[in-house]
């Protein structure tokens, strides 16, 4: 199984070390201490990896967060439906015959508006391209219309009269909310040639501006350069400005478990003292100068099995008790079983 990225943001500050000058309070209520980790026995481990004990300490808080989610993942992996929903769609095709069309002074694009608010997808760009009579680095903005916001820009240098392709792979989260992405360049002084938003039953004279699937409507739209970014102010247009973009709607089984974060602070908490002792007898020893005197080796080693086992039975006698997200799209959610987490 691949590992799974973790949805960091929602678990910043689920557990910390102590008390600190910043007033900084754990998210769970759990300080490094409830495991037996403080400061003073991080001093006394730390390698010049790390800049300091807190550091040290988030770093192998992070590392625990990753494999915690990773084992809920592998556990619960016959509950993930299909990744893609949408795979490889091209938004914008060219017309066969060159047909130059006057440049335009506001924004030229492709909206593509989700209204699913049950799935939790990830958009996917994989290609844009553009096709202009301009030679010059053109900058498509990907505003966020719901926020009015440009949320990433994309650079594309154009060559006059030919089809220039970049390739973003940039992922955009929609996490049960509606999204609106606007993805639009200023076309003032870039001619284009003529390319619409699909080709309908091979139809290229077609004047559709949109096109519909079961999650989203995709259209060719304009936006003058004072207005707001927002849908109320987009005029439909009959051509995409020449742009094209390959996309997919990817499942994402990784933000919900923001929604259970404060389930998973215990063994988060086991799993980053485990680790810790772990750099302790394997780490420290071969590094630091003046060694891990005053540490007695088989007295970590049984802390690291205590948390170890502790973070085993959290595993063993809770995972079975989440629940999955009631999104049929991309989770089997009509059977109910009971995982068990069997790790090496």
């Not at 096709?131 to 903005?141: Q, S």
């Not at 009509?334 to 987490?341: F, G, N, Q, T």
Request: net charge negative.
């Amino acid at each position: 199984m691949s590992v799974v990225a973790n949805p960091s943001s929602c678990f910043n500050n689920i557990i910390i070390l102590d008390s600190n000058c910043a007033g900084d309070l754990p998210t769970s209520g759990l300080y490094g201490s409830r495991a037996g980790i403080t400061r003073s026995y991080l001093s006394q481990i730390i390698t010049k990896d790390f800049r300091n004990e807190e550091h040290f300490f988030n770093e192998k808080l992070s590392l625990a967060i990753d494999t915690v989610c990773n084992d809920i993942h592998s556990t619960l992996q016959p509950k993930y439906k299909a990744t893609s929903v949408i795979n490889n769609f091209r938004a914008g095709v060219f017309y066969e015959n060159k047909v130059e069309v006057d440049a335009y002074a506001g924004y030229k694009g492709i909206l593509f508006n989700i209204n699913d608010e049950r799935a939790a997808f990830d958009f996917y760009v994989s290609e844009l391209s553009l096709f202009l009579n301009y030679t010059g680095a053109v900058t498509v903005n990907v505003f966020d219309l719901m926020q009015d916001k440009i949320i990433d820009t994309i650079v594309v240098n154009t060559v006059a009269g030919e089809i220039t392709t970049v390739y973003p792979l940039e992922k955009f989260i929609q996490n049960r909310k509606k999204q609106q992405l606007y993805f639009a360049y200023d076309a003032t002084g870039k001619p284009s040639y003529k390319t619409i938003i699909r080709n309908s039953g091979g139809c290229t004279d077609c004047q559709d501006f949109y096109v519909d699937n079961s999650y989203e409507r995709i259209g060719s739209f304009k936006l003058p350069l004072a207005s707001d970014a927002i849908l109320l102010n987009l005029v439909a247009a009959s051509d995409t400005g020449g742009m094209s973009i390959i996309h997919s709607l990817q499942c994402n089984h990784n933000e919900w478990m923001c929604s259970i974060s404060n389930l998973l602070a215990y063994p988060i908490l086991y799993k980053t003292a485990s680790l810790i002792h772990e750099h302790t007898l394997l780490v420290s020893p071969n590094t630091r100068f003046d060694t891990t005197s005053g540490q007695n080796a088989d007295l970590v080693q049984k802390a690291m099995d205590f948390a170890e086992l502790k973070y085993r039975e959290w595993m063993d006698n809770k995972v079975h008790s989440i629940n999955i997200p009631q999104d049929e799209r991309c989770f089997n959610c009509k059977s109910v079983s009971r995982h068990k987490v069997v790790l090496p």
